[in-house]
Each structure stands twice: as structure tokens, then as C-alpha cells.
């Protein structure tokens, strides 16, 4: 093999491994509001509002304090545990939930080329330096290793979540906000009317003295 189409096999094998890199760059997902499918749950007759509310709402684990923690999520008051997609899903953000399955291919892509690369690198290397047979040039193989070896280190980019830790915080206050207003606040407001339908204005009169009085039923 000449020294030009040997420089040529290393020029290309860099070149897939920048293209790799820069179509798999991580996509920004900074969006902390509710989309417009938000779940919300049916209330239980045998459990209530309150209770229902209570089963439903949704918290955080994280695993250290900064904004780029990995992070888990819970739902309600016995922490059932729910996975990222469907915790998108739950707050209206499928796109979000996309994302992270896309996340998840892309780090599995390049894992996998990487290992096979640097394995062929590795192979060529050691033929390379081995007495008879196939003599490929140094360079070659040196190329796929270290390409290989680099998708391998390049894949911890999609490692966790896309969405950081704050991020993920706001999202479940908005959603606990929305649940309340959706499930709370209309209890609420049916209980003052139900009180207040059950009142009744009474005129009552005696010697020298008048006026009205309120009776109710509770």
C-alpha cells in the first residue's frame, strides 16, 4: 500500500470520527414549562380528593447538588417510582421524551462503533508488528484505535439526562401547581357553594326589636 492512499485511510477514518461528532452533538432541551397534554388523574371515589391529590403529585431524588445531578423521580406519598419518559410524558413534554430516547440510541451508537473500531485498530496494530502475513502501516491502525478509543469518550456526552437537575425541579412544582388547581381548587369552590346554597335568611320579630337570621345546615 503507498504512503498516499495509507495518509488518505487515516484522513477518513478522523473524518468519520468528527462527523460522527458533531451529528451526534447534544441537542438543547431547556424548557421548563408544562406542554399542552398534561396528565391528570381521575379522582378516586373510594379515595377522594385529597387523597387522589396526594397519590399523584410528583418529586425529585437527586444524586448531588449542583444543576448537572443526576436525577430520579417519584410519584406520590409512597415514592412510586417513575421512569424520565414517563415523567415527560405525565407533564405534557413528549418532544422531551423523545429527546431522551434519541439520547440513549446516539450513546448506544457510538459505544458500540467505538469498541469495533478500536478492536480492528488494535488487530491491525498487532499484525502490523508481527513477523509474515497481513502488514498493514502503522498509521491505519493507530488511526482506528484512537477513533475508536475517542467515539468510546465522546459517547459520555449522551450519558444521564438532557434535562438538568433545576430544570427537572421546575417542572415538577408547575406540575404539582397544576394538579392542585385542576383537582383541589374545584373542591374548594364546591364545598363554599354547597354552604352557601344551604343557608337560609329567617325575619323574626318580638316586642320593640326585629331582624334576620341565618340558618344553615351542616
Not at 461528532?21 to 379522582?43: H, K, N, Q, Y
Not at 401547581?177 to 369552590?189: K, N
Amino acid at each position: 500500500m503507498s504512503t498516499t492512499n495509507r495518509r488518505r485511510i487515516v484522513q477518513r477514518v478522523i473524518l468519520c470520527v468528527l462527523g460522527v461528532v458533531v451529528s451526534f452533538g447534544p441537542g438543547v432541551a431547556r424548557a421548563a414549562e408544562l406542554g399542552d397534554t398534561v396528565w391528570i388523574p381521575m379522582v378516586d371515589p373510594n379515595k377522594g380528593v385529597e387523597e387522589t391529590f396526594e397519590l399523584n403529585t410528583l418529586g425529585m431524588i437527586r444524586s448531588g447538588d449542583d444543576g448537572d445531578a443526576d436525577w430520579r423521580i417519584f410519584r406520590g406519598k409512597y415514592r412510586e417510582s417513575v421512569s424520565r419518559r414517563d415523567f415527560f410524558v405525565t407533564v405534557g413534554r413528549p418532544d422531551l421524551a423523545n429527546r431522551e430516547s434519541s439520547r440513549r440510541t446516539k450513546r448506544s451508537i457510538l459505544l458500540w462503533c467505538g469498541y469495533g473500531a478500536a478492536a480492528l485498530g488494535a488487530g491491525m496494530l498487532l499484525a502490523t508488528f508481527s513477523e509474515g502475513g497481513w502488514d498493514p502501516h502503522v498509521a491505519v491502525g493507530g488511526g482506528f484505535l484512537a477513533g475508536g478509543l475517542g467515539s468510546v469518550w465522546i459517547s459520555d456526552v449522551f450519558a444521564g439526562p438532557d434535562l438538568n437537575a433545576d430544570e427537572a425541579e421546575s417542572l415538577i412544582r408547575r406540575y404539582n401547581e397544576h394538579l392542585h388547581d385542576r383537582l383541589i381548587e374545584p373542591s374548594s369552590r364546591g364545598k363554599r357553594i354547597d354552604v352557601a346554597q344551604s343557608l337560609d335568611l329567617a325575619p323574626w320579630l318580638v316586642r320593640g326589636a326585629g331582624g334576620l337570621a341565618v340558618t344553615g345546615r351542616f
